[in-house]
Structures are given as C-alpha cells and as structure tokens.
C-alpha cells in the first residue's frame, strides 16, 4: 500500500482548485477555507506524499492507528486533527498528542481532555459536534442544548471551542447538500456572542464541500479525493 506520491500531489491540487473555485464562487475570501486531509487507513507513505506536495494538517480517526503514524512521522511539523469518535480510555492520547478536535460533544470527555492536556501545550481547540436531524450517528449535541454545552466547556482551561462540527448523511445536488449546513450556521450565529466568537465552522467532505463553503465552512475533512478509495 505504497501510494503513488504523484498521483496523492495531483489530488490534493484538484482538491485545492474545487476549495478556491467555491471561495470565489460564493464571495468567500480567498483561504479563509483550510483543508484537513483525512488519512484514516491510508499509508505513512501517502502522509508523507501529501505533506511533500504542501499538506500541513491531518485527520485521523482511530488513536493507536495515528500514533503509529505519528511517530513515523514526529521529523515533520504535521498539525493532527482528531475527527473520530471519541473513546474514554483514549483521551490521554488525543490531549497529549492531537491538536484539534472535531466532534466533541459529551461533557466528561472535554473534561478529561481538559484536565489531560499537557501544561506546557497550547490549549486543545475543540470544535462541538451538532446532532442536526438525521444524522448517520447518534453523535453529537441536539441543537438546543448547544449553548449550555460551550459554556460548561469554555470554564476548562486547556479546551478552546473553536466553532461547530456536523457530518450530515449524504445527500445528492448542492440544494440538498447545503440544507444542513446552513442551519449549523444558522446556530453558529445565534449562540456566538461578541465576547466570545464561534469564528469556526468544520462542514464538508469529499462530495459536498462546494455546498459547506456555500455556507460558511471553515475547514473541509477531505479523505477519499486525496488519497482514493481506503483500504477496508
Ligand atoms: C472519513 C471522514 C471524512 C472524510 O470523508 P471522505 O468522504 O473520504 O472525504 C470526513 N469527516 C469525518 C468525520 C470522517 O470520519
């Protein structure tokens, strides 16, 4: 399971052209949206592809498979993005050796997390996953228990709540595809406040990122048009 480097360099451009395509397209500014290559299951070798073609962040879903490549890898500033779900024996790892993550949304765990993230570490920047209706899982936060959740996650002082998260089921043409982006948006704007912004928005994979950045995502979890198909 090498990975033609070549071939893992021409994704990621293309990918990079549909993000900034839909930048100008819907009057975003140009990068305000930034790419999370998600690499679960796919090869150090493809990593180590993509960050020779400029790639910097990563997502990872399983810990004890992204610490191997962590380490693999530790000669190379990669920012780790965390978008798994998120096991309890396991926040040890993710706040020790993750930068991000995306899809919290339980409280004991920002907790631990909270209480695990090493001192002499920036705080762990935390997006909360949003359970909009129909989901694929049962995870995340219901919409209207949104605010009370950052404001019991903003009293701990390693986490930093960056924004939201949501990983809607497929969906087929980008009218369908935006529904629930915009309304994670919409809740976005209505539980930011001026002293304490929600300035990001984690929505948008491999088929559907044009309709996330329609409506306002920050990041894009791109896996399956950078590095093909993964190895089941
Ligand atoms: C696997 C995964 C992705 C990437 O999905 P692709 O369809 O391969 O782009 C994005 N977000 C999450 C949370 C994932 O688990």
Redesign the pocket.
């Known amino acids: 399971m090498g990975g033609d480097p070549l071939v893992v360099r021409a994704n990621l451009a293309s990918v990079y052209g549909r993000i900034r395509l839909a930048e100008q397209r819907f009057g975003r500014a140009p990068g305000s949206v930034r790419l999370v290559a998600?690499s679960?299951r796919q090869s150090i070798q493809k990593i180590r592809a993509a960050w020779e073609a400029g790639q910097g962040s990563f997502?990872e879903?399983y810990v004890q498979e992204a610490l191997v490549k962590m380490t693999a890898l530790e000669h190379l500033p990669l920012e780790w993005h965390f978008?798994?779900r998120i096991q309890r024996n396991k926040t040890q790892e993710i706040a020790t050796r993750f930068h991000w993550v995306?899809?919290l949304a339980d409280l004991r765990h920002a907790e631990r997390l909270s209480q695990q993230r090493p001192v002499h570490l920036d705080p762990l920047r935390v997006f909360i996953q949003v359970n909009l209706s129909g989901e694929v899982t049962k995870a995340g936060i219901p919409p209207e228990a949104v605010a009370d959740f950052i404001a019991a996650c903003r009293e701990l002082p390693n986490l930093r709540v960056m924004g939201l998260m949501t990983?809607p089921p497929p969906a087929q043409g980008e009218a369908a595809q935006r529904k629930p982006f915009q309304a994670l948006r919409q809740l976005r704007d209505r539980v930011s406040k001026p002293c304490c912004p929600l300035p990001e928005l984690s929505m948008g994979?491999?088929?559907d990122l044009e309709a996330a950045i329609a409506e306002g995502a920050t990041w894009v979890?791109?896996?399956?048009?950078i590095f093909g198909k993964r190895p089941s």
């Open positions: 998600v679960k997502g879903s978008i798994g995306h899809g990983l994979m491999s088929a979890r791109v896996g399956t048009a």
